[in-house]
């Protein structure tokens, strides 16, 4: 089978996001909502990019994050933890006035979760372009963008920016687009959903969700849909099925998911994504990097906090020798 080169390599420059960094606080009674009062474990460092970009340093030693956290200690948490790891926080801006975004989450009786978001009014909301974010961007060789970010205000005119200057510097986009039906009604977002497809090398949708985005109701049609776009590669995650590589000349890769007992699934899609963009742009296969990013996201979901369970590839490798059976 011809092997895809479709990201820029590692040694082009670091790997680099933009968006939300939060604390996660869970509640540790199953149910619905938050009342009555209930007992919580945390904070945990969370936010979709913050979790991605932890899990590549691990795996890439090179990557950054461009996100703002407010002057207080949940900030404090969030940027020593990705420092501790590797990331270059060198972007990451501290807002005086605003606190750090949250997030409260419940999980409920079938395993379903309530969530309680505090992220458009809070310092993740405000990400600001400066000289720290310009440098940043201009030695990045790979972006990855989360659909989260199109929702945060003044976000949108620096992913466009770095984008442009990315790829004009020979480097790749992936997109992870995490699209909720509704906003597909909005004319500007779908314009700007538009425009990432036009400079998507790598895709990463879960589920139907494909479906959604294309506005079509095969999975044959919307594959046809986005490769007209100028998209190379589509990785379409799907759970508890593993998941499965497409490509604009026909190849079609699938890995099977692996077997664990879930204990926390907040941030595996995350991890799931880090790991096969780190995977690529470091030339491995594409069986070995849909091996390694269902295990990396089966191993997140073990443990409690949606960052702790981030691994290196010794301890992937570990954790796929480990596992006996894949679903």
Known sequence: MFVHHILAPNALGPTITIGEILVEIMATEVGEGFAPPLTF????????????????????????????????????????????????????????????????????????????????????????RNKETDTLISKAGHMHIMGTLLAIPGAWEMAEYAVNVIKKNGGTLSFDPNIRKELTADSVFTQRLTYLLSQTDLLLPSGEEILTITNTSSLTDAIKNIFSLGVSEVVLKQGREGATSYHRNGDIVSEKAFEIEEIDPTGAGDCFGATYVSCRRLGMTLNDSLTLANAAGARNVQFTGPMEGTATLDELQTFIQNVSRKI
Do not use: H, W
Request: with cysteine; proline share 5%; aromatic share 8%.
């Open 41 to 128: 474990t945390g904070p945990y460092p969370s936010g979709a990019p913050a979790i991605f970009i932890d899990q590549c340093v691990k795996l890439t030693k090179n990557a950054g994050i461009i996100g703002t956290v407010g002057n207080d200690a949940f900030g404090q948490i969030n940027v020593k933890r990705l420092e501790k790891d590797g990331v270059d926080i060198s972007a990451i801006s501290i807002d005086d006035s605003l606190p750090t975004g949250s997030a409260f989450v419940r999980y409920r009786e079938d395993g379903e979760r309530d969530f309680v978001f505090n992220i458009v009014a809070s310092a993740a909301g405000k990400i600001v």
